[in-house]
C-alpha cells in the first residue's frame, strides 16, 4: 500500500480534476440560464415599453381631436406630449437593456472578440413555464439528499478528504520502521570490442546476483513527525470543509426552494394585478370618453397598467431563475 501510495494519490487528484471541470460545465450551463431569462425579460420589457408609447401616442391623438372640436384644452394636449416623451426615453432606455443583456450572453457563449460573434443576433425562443407549486417541507429531506449525491462541490470535498486520508497513511507510514527483500540482477561484459562487451553483458555470460534484507529504523526524525502532524491537521481540515459545504448546500437548497415557492406566488399576485390594472384602465378610459374623468386621470391610469405590466414580466422572470 505505501509502494503504491502515490498512484493512488495521483489518481485521485485527476478524478477531482475531472470533478472540477464537470462543475465548472454545469456554472456554465447555470450562468447561461440566468442570461437568458435576463435576455427574455428585457425583451418583454422592450414590448411592453412599446405599447405604453402607443398608449400614450393613442391618447395625444384622442386630445388633439377633441382640442380641435374645441372640448379638450391646450394644457391637456401638453400633458399628452409630455408623457408621450417620456415613453420614448423608456423604449430607448429598454432598447439599451436588451442590448446589454444580449452582449452578457454573447460574451458567455462566444468568448472572444471575433466580430461576428458580437454582432450575432439572439432571439430567445424557449417559452416561460408554467408556475407550479414548490415542493411542501416535507419533500425537503429527499431534495437535499439527492443534491448531497450529485452536486459536484461536495464531490470535490470528498476526494479531498480521499486525498488527504492517503498522504496521512503515507506519513504514519513513513515514521514506521520497514523491511524490504532485495533482489539484483546485473552482467557485465570484458572484450576489448564494444560490440563484442555488450553482447556478453546482455548475453549475461557473466552474471551477478545479489539478495538481501534492507531494514530502515527512523530515529527522532522530527521532519517525518512534523509531516505526520501537518497531514492529520489537514485531514481534519478536510472533513470540516466537507461538512461545512454539506451544510451550506442544505441551506442554500432550502433557500431555493422557498424563492420557487414566494416567487410562484409573486407571479401569480402581479397577474392578478395586471388584470385589474387593465379593467380600471378601460372603465376610466370609458368616463374619460363621457366626460366624467380627465385626461391627466387616464394617464395616471395608463401608468399604473404599464408598471403592473413590468412587473408581471419581472415575476414571472424571477419565477424561471428561482427554477434554474
Avoid at 435576455?39 to 400614450?56: I, M, P, R
Wanted: charged share 25%.
Amino acid at each position: 500500500d505505501y509502494t503504491t501510495s502515490l498512484q493512488e494519490i495521483a489518481g485521485l487528484r485527476f478524478e477531482r480534476e475531472l470533478e472540477g471541470i464537470r462543475l465548472q460545465r454545469k456554472q456554465l450551463v447555470f450562468d447561461i440560464e440566468l442570461k437568458y431569462w435576463d435576455l427574455v425579460l428585457a425583451k418583454s420589457q422592450l414590448g411592453v415599453a412599446g405599447s405604453a408609447l402607443d398608449l400614450a401616442i393613442e391618447q395625444l391623438q384622442r386630445d388633439r381631436r377633441r382640442r380641435e372640436a374645441g372640448v379638450a384644452t391646450d394644457v391637456e394636449v401638453i400633458q399628452d406630449e409630455a408623457t408621450v416623451a417620456r415613453r420614448i426615453e423608456g423604449v430607448l432606455l429598454a432598447e439599451t437593456a436588451l442590448e446589454t443583456c444580449m452582449d452578457r450572453l454573447r460574451s458567455t457563449l462566444f468568448p472572444g472578440v471575433e466580430t461576428g460573434s458580437w454582432s450575432m443576433l439572439i432571439t430567445p425562443i424557449t417559452a416561460m413555464p408554467e408556475i407550479e407549486p414548490a415542493p411542501a417541507n416535507s419533500e425537503w429531506d429527499t431534495e437535499i439528499q439527492s443534491a448531497l449525491s450529485l452536486r459536484s462541490e461536495v464531490k470535490l470535498a470528498a476526494v479531498d478528504v480521499d486525498i488527504a486520508v492517503a498522504v496521512h497513511a503515507r506519513a504514519l507510514s513513513e515514521r514506521q520502521s520497514s523491511l524490504d527483500f532485495s533482489v539484483q540482477l546485473g552482467s557485465q561484459g570484458f572484450d576489448d570490442a564494444v560490440g563484442t562487451s555488450l553482447g556478453e553483458a546482455f548475453g549475461y555470460e557473466s552474471p551477478r546476483v545479489a539478495a538481501g534484507l534492507v531494514y530502515q529504523l527512523p530515529m527522532k526524525n522530527t521532519s517525518l513527525s512534523n509531516e505526520e502532524r501537518a497531514s492529520r491537521a489537514e485531514l481534519r481540515g478536510a472533513r470540516i470543509a466537507l461538512d461545512s459545504i454539506r451544510s451550506q448546500i442544505a441551506a442554500e437548497l432550502r433557500e431555493s426552494l422557498r424563492q420557487v415557492r414566494d416567487q410562484a406566488e409573486a407571479s401569480r399576485a402581479a397577474t392578478k394585478t395586471r388584470e385589474a390594472a387593465e379593467r380600471l384602465m378601460t372603465a376610466e378610459k370609458t368616463r374619460y370618453e363621457q366626460g366624467l374623468a380627465t385626461n391627466f386621470q387616464v394617464l395616471e391610469f395608463q401608468q399604473a397598467l404599464v408598471e403592473a405590466l413590468y412587473s408581471e414580466q419581472a415575476g414571472r422572470t424571477a419565477y424561471c431563475q428561482s427554477l434554474a
